[in-house]
């Protein structure tokens, strides 16, 4: 396709339970970030992939969450044992920048997390 | 700490009507200014912008950025419903790119 794409548009889970959701980036597109927006928040950035460099993870507000990227292509971030907290739109953004200053970033639909 | 603040939070007006929305920021090493518009979930890009004083224009949209009082603004003309979304400015620092938490502009018809 065209944009970034993402999946499930939305999710609905039980407190305690694992859930995934995918990003795949506009082909080319060399970093890849997530990011979490909470009700009437900002975005609050997770994690940040650029080729085959070690991803940056300082924004990943606890070790319950993880992401990979594989084959510098497709991301699944992870949340563990989910909490009612975590409720959120996640959202994916692909550019094609080498470097992260200059960035013009392309989001995705997102994902709408509910914990229960 | 780095910090990026958009005001008002929040603005309703009538079609037609012309608006500002500001943006300030406080950043080390800054190198751009960047403006998207949020329907729903997904923000769209807007502008960037990385020298003072030149003006980007898009339609009814225009965006200028101020290095020395460290802002960005962004005009709507003729606003349409269509324009109702959460605008959202962001400024890449070494780290991230730090969000504003973004202005609702609501255009009543």
């Known amino acids: 396709g065209a944009g970034v794409s993402q999946s499930p548009s939305n999710k609905v889970t039980e407190k305690g339970k694992d859930v995934e959701l995918r990003c795949d980036p506009i082909?080319?597109?060399?970093?890849l970030y997530w990011y979490r927006q909470s009700l009437g928040q900002g975005l609050e950035f997770l994690i940040y992939f650029q080729g085959n460099s070690a991803p940056d993870k300082s924004g990943l507000p606890s070790d319950r969450f993880s992401a990979e990227r594989t084959g510098g292509s497709v991301s699944t971030l992870t949340i563990q044992r989910t909490q009612q907290e975590d409720s959120a739109v996640y959202l994916c953004?692909?550019?094609?920048?080498?470097?992260?200053?200059?960035?013009?970033?392309?989001f995705g639909p997102g994902t709408r997390l509910t914990v229960l | 700490e780095d910090k990026v603040v958009q005001s008002p939070l929040s603005l309703v007006v009538h079609e037609g009507d012309t608006v500002t929305l500001n943006c300030s920021y406080e950043v080390t090493n800054f190198r751009s200014l960047l403006w998207y518009k949020q329907e729903k979930k997904a923000p769209t890009f807007l502008f960037m912008l990385?020298?003072?004083?030149i003006e980007k224009k898009s339609g009814r949209l225009s965006s200028i950025l101020d290095k020395k009082e460290l802002f960005s603004i962004l005009n709507i003309t003729a606003t349409q419903t269509g324009d109702s979304a959460v605008y959202l400015c962001a400024v890449p620092n070494n780290n991230d790119m730090r969000f504003g938490a973004g202005t609702r502009l609501t255009v009543k018809p």
């Open positions: 082909s080319g597109h060399t970093a």
């Open positions: 953004a692909s550019s094609p920048a080498q470097r992260r200053s200059t960035d013009t970033q392309y």
């Open positions: 990385t020298s003072s004083g």
